[in-house]
């Protein structure tokens, strides 16, 4: 419950965009991750960073905790209210506010999906590039430093973000940077932003940089039979500099659901999905190389999508691969988990993650964005089979710990959240400490998110 | 002076490694910036970790500043010791620790430069982008966010830098990230370290990432009548989408300079430099779509430089353009100001300022990074005109503040240092107060080199 005084305050700023009802507050504590649900006590629904700024002071004043929200779709619980509070909901700041098209860039507001910027710069020649499966909000991505299929040659939220305006804890509104390319003028706030998963601040808008489409794109899947050579081709290709656009991998056990569920007759085995951007002259090239590559390596046939609609059917059924799994494995609950390692240790590291899952008894497909050495696993616990969440968890750690060992990170673009929070430390040690200094000087109160990332009282 | 007790036990850990030699502390206090030099009081050569380490403590237990020094060639007082005490210099610490050659990383000391990390990395097929003109240290080049000719296409040192080991101000050491290509764990420390300057710790580690030598480079010079013509060819050649690996203006005052000192015949009109990598078609490709831009805009023909020993004639010119100024420029004094601005404000940018140089009577030639709509002046301050430094006082004044205007920034690589602390306050106003919360946070005895980039009392 949050304080009565607060409660009136809001109200009267916001109306009917401040809410206490169950269900509101219960949909805005909940996500597909395999953690319990937290509900916030309030949901408000800002349109400008002046109501946002005043919902933060309002908050500040009262010390209620504050969880940013785009469009719950993070996945180790990033947006649940441990400590209750008010959720600052930003879906409605869903306005694409400049796009200047001669400097490649766009300006936001937080709440616009990454469908909707595409939608709008259709016609302009332009695209934005960072994909992750779900159709996130501008504002969420920055905050979990998202990427998604396309990173591998554009880059991550990290490379992508310009500048952002925020709301402090403090209710100020501050401007990270300005539009050039490249600055060297003091500390990379919009860096320290980006990944800070609301613990900082509030994003209000967010300046993106912009690609001009390709002159060509040619997508394919090619089979495997064996993981080892998959990834061996992956490892090659990028070692030789292949400016890929895109390289996934799903195995065996997510084509079958993809299969099941996006009406598909890919053969049951390992597969890469790629895409290649450039000229006509220069994509021709590419595939070249990698055909090459992968002959190599024993790959089987690729199959082409050489139309928009056929390249737009393949790249739904990898998106949609994440929500193939829980409609192919019914009756589980999926535990989503997230880890990236040095490229050379990419085969090693999938191997023994395989044989593990083996061991375990459990569906737990594979997939990822392997051109980074990126990947996650699904891991499904079965209702009624409570010994399902001590294996995956069992699973995940031993996932974690190996990518640790490979020189690897936690977490590769799904942010720490909740589920993350003690890998962290293991894999940062003194660094988390630096964090925690951060979070002191910018939140003293820990309003912002509290409980993520990193263990902190404020 | 620095404290006895300190001096003592500074000699103690380092020997001769420890110097107050009045003309050791000089040469490291001072630069060619436009700004008086300021020495520290001793100078430490660490050759470890662990020793930079006991340095920072010992410092750290008598309130006694540190000022981290690489080769001194940074152009905004950044290495001043305006409050005395002890400059780290850390050129001794230069070993390449390890080349992850299937991983395109490699581990470095800070005190490498980047001449000596490509010489090293000749005979393996890669190489590292970022080349500031002057062979700076990689520890000094991650601490002003350095840049250089190739940033257009392979970024900056915030794009190039992976992981970091830090020595705090308290003297713990951490380590920013692992050595995955991407991750979401946490504040991206990192990118905090990386543009700044020294003030919140010292770099002991850099690792960076690397590219494999393109298959073809081809490199040309191109004369152009109008300045417009050359920066309206460029503005095209980025907005196409043309990945060009380099492209640098050189004014009609920078080539007379060049020509004179290099003993080259270069039309004495403004030019672009170009460099292209790619395949054998990819860079016939974009020599192609590049000429046909130029030639659109009335370019004159390019002077191709096919033969590596050409290519590396030609940007040893462009590099030595800095280097060629003063020579040129008998008995003069220089202030090199570097700015940034959105490449569709980059012409009348351009224009403007050469309006206000003619109107200044100084010789000021100017060159840049323009693909990225970065550009610099040497204004040239004759000795025994007074005068001078109050016209290239209201010169970089004026450039500066049109660079804000433009929605652009007052340092594009350079950094902060001294010289563009009251700029920094416009350019990001309240963002620069959340800077300073980190600084207080992190060196809450404000002994890392106090007075840069913005004021803090500690
Ligand atoms: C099917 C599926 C596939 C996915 N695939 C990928 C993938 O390929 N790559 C990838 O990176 N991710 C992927 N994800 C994860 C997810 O889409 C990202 O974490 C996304 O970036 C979150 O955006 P959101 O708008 O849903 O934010 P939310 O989930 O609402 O919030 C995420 C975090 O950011 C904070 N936050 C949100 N908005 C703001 C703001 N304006 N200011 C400050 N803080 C804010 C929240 O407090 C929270 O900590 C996938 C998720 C699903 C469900
Ligand atoms: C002729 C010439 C041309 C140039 N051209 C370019 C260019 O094209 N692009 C560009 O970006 N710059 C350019 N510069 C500027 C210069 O080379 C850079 O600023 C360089 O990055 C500084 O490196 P350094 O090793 O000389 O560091 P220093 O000048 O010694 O130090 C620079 C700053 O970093 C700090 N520092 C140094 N080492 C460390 C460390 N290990 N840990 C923490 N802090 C540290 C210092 O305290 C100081 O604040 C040019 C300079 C010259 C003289």
Redesign the pocket.
């Known amino acids: 419950m949050i304080d009565q005084g607060l409660a009136a305050q809001l109200e009267a700023l916001l109306g009917d965009r401040f809410t206490c009802s169950p269900g509101v507050c219960t949909e805005h504590g909940r996500?597909?991750s395999h953690l319990d649900p937290h509900s916030p006590d309030a949901v408000v629904f800002p349109l400008s960073t002046e109501e946002v700024q005043a919902v933060v002071k309002a908050c500040a004043a009262h010390g209620t905790p504050i969880?940013?929200?785009?469009?719950?779709?993070?996945?180790?619980g990033?947006?649940h209210a441990l400590r209750g509070g008010v959720c600052?909901d930003?879906?409605r700041?869903d306005k694409i506010l400049k796009v200047n098209q001669n400097d490649l860039d766009v300006v936001v507001e937080?709440?616009v999906?990454r469908l909707q910027l595409n939608e709008y710069l259709r016609d302009t020649g332009l695209f934005f590039p960072?994909?992750?499966?779900?159709?996130?909000?501008?504002?969420?991505?920055?905050?979990?430093?998202?990427?998604?299929?396309n990173?591998v040659r554009y880059g991550?939220?990290k490379d992508n973000v310009l500048s952002l305006e925020?709301v402090t804890p403090s209710g100020e509104v501050i401007r990270t940077a300005r539009r050039a390319r490249k600055s060297s003028a003091g500390y990379d706030l919009t860096r320290l932003?980006v990944g800070?998963?609301?613990?900082l601040?509030?994003?209000?808008e967010v300046t993106l940089r912009l690609y001009g489409m390709p002159e060509k794109i040619a997508s394919a899947v090619c089979p495997f039979d064996d993981i080892g050579n998959a990834i061996q081709s992956v490892m090659e290709t990028i070692q030789l500099g292949v400016p890929i656009a895109r390289i996934e991998f799903l195995d065996t056990q997510t084509i079958r659901a993809v299969n099941h569920v996006s009406k598909l007759d890919l053969p049951e085995s390992p597969h890469l999905f790629l895409e290649f951007h450039g000229t006509e002259q220069g994509v021709d090239e590419q595939v070249a190389l990698v055909s090459e590559i992968f002959a190599g390596n024993g790959a089987g046939a690729f199959q082409w999508a050489e139309k928009p609609e056929d390249r737009t059917k393949l790249w739904q059924a990898r998106?949609d691969a994440?929500?193939s799994i829980p409609a192919y494995a019914t009756n589980t609950r999926q535990w989503?988990t997230?880890i990236c390692v040095p490229i050379s240790r990419l085969a090693d590291c999938i191997a023994e993650t395989h044989a593990d899952i083996a061991e375990s008894g459990l569906y737990a497909p594979m997939l990822g964005?392997v051109g980074d050495g990126n990947f996650?696993l699904a891991i499904c616990q079965r209702e009624g089979e409570p010994e399902d969440v001590e294996r995956a968890k069992t699973l995940n750690d031993r996932l974690v710990r190996r990518a640790l060992a490979a020189g690897g990170t936690c977490t590769?673009?799904?942010?720490v959240?909740r589920g993350k929070m003690a890998y962290l430390e293991e894999e940062l040690g003194g660094s988390v400490d630096v964090m925690r200094s951060i979070k002191q000087a910018l939140d003293p109160g820990n309003i912002m998110?509290p409980d993520?990332i990193f263990h902190f009282q404020g």
């Not at 969880?67 to 180790?76: A, F, H």
């Not at 960072?130 to 299929?149: E, H, L, V």
């Not at 601040?201 to 209000?204: A, E, F, N, P, Q």
């Not at 590769?412 to 942010?415: D, Q, R, S």
């Open positions: 996500d597909i969880v940013p929200y785009g469009v719950g779709t993070s996945l180790e990033n947006i600052i930003l879906s700041m937080p709440g999906t960072i994909d992750p499966g779900a159709n996130a909000t501008i504002g969420g991505m920055a905050s979990t430093r998202a990427s998604g299929t990173a991550t939220m925020v932003y800070s998963e609301g613990t601040g509030i994003i209000t998106h994440a929500l989503w997230d964005h996650h590769g673009e799904h942010g959240g998110n993520k």
